[in-house]
């Protein structure tokens, strides 16, 4: 099951003299949280925190929360992690939540053969790698670009891909 409250950042510090947060964004642009009018300090979306402003600074999303008007109350949000609840989300087409990846079985897009399944997702600067577990429990790293992978189908739980040959060959 989708977990409906998903994280998208870390408040870091506070930012100018009127309350404002500083937030370090875990999507891919932190231009992404500014689409959100309420964000929530809890994985249930029981403590809603009402978005008033917002622009990106540098690679950061400054936010102003309704009732944080000083830096003195913003600071005691430094260290909070921010959840925006998916049903407000708007994805471009062909774009995933990690979230929603993980665990999804990895296939050879060519032969049909089961690879593994994506056990994480790691950022780098040239492109995103996935680590597959193959069945024998060895890690795989695959870079996440068009070459390598096909699609992705969530709705059927597979990750195809064209893999170069023997990156998935059992090692002796």
């Known amino acids: 099951m989708k977990k409906q409250f998903l994280e998208v950042g870390e408040i870091v510090t506070t930012h100018g003299v009127h309350g404002m947060v500083k937030v370090r964004s875990w999507c891919d642009s932190p231009d992404f949280i500014l689409q959100f009018s309420t964000l929530y300090f809890d994985s249930c979306g029981k403590d809603p925190a009402e978005v008033t402003e917002g622009f990106v600074y540098k690679d950061f999303a400054v936010l102003k929360l309704?009732?944080?008007?000083?830096?003195?109350?913003?600071?005691?949000?430094?260290?909070?992690?921010?959840?925006m609840d998916r049903r407000e989300a708007e994805l471009p087409p062909g774009v995933h939540f990690i979230q929603d990846m993980i665990g999804l079985e990895v296939v050879d897009g060519r032969s049909g053969e089961i690879l593994g399944s994506l056990r994480e997702v790691l950022d780098y600067p040239a492109s995103q790698i996935y680590a597959v577990e193959t069945p024998s429990g060895r890690e795989v790293l695959v870079p996440a670009v068009p070459e390598m992978v096909e699609r992705i189908d969530e709705e059927n739980g597979r990750i195809y891909l064209t893999p170069v040959a023997g990156l998935f060959d059992e090692q002796e």
């Open 66 to 83: 309704r009732g944080v008007d000083i830096p003195d109350v913003a600071a005691l949000l430094v260290g909070k992690v921010l959840y």
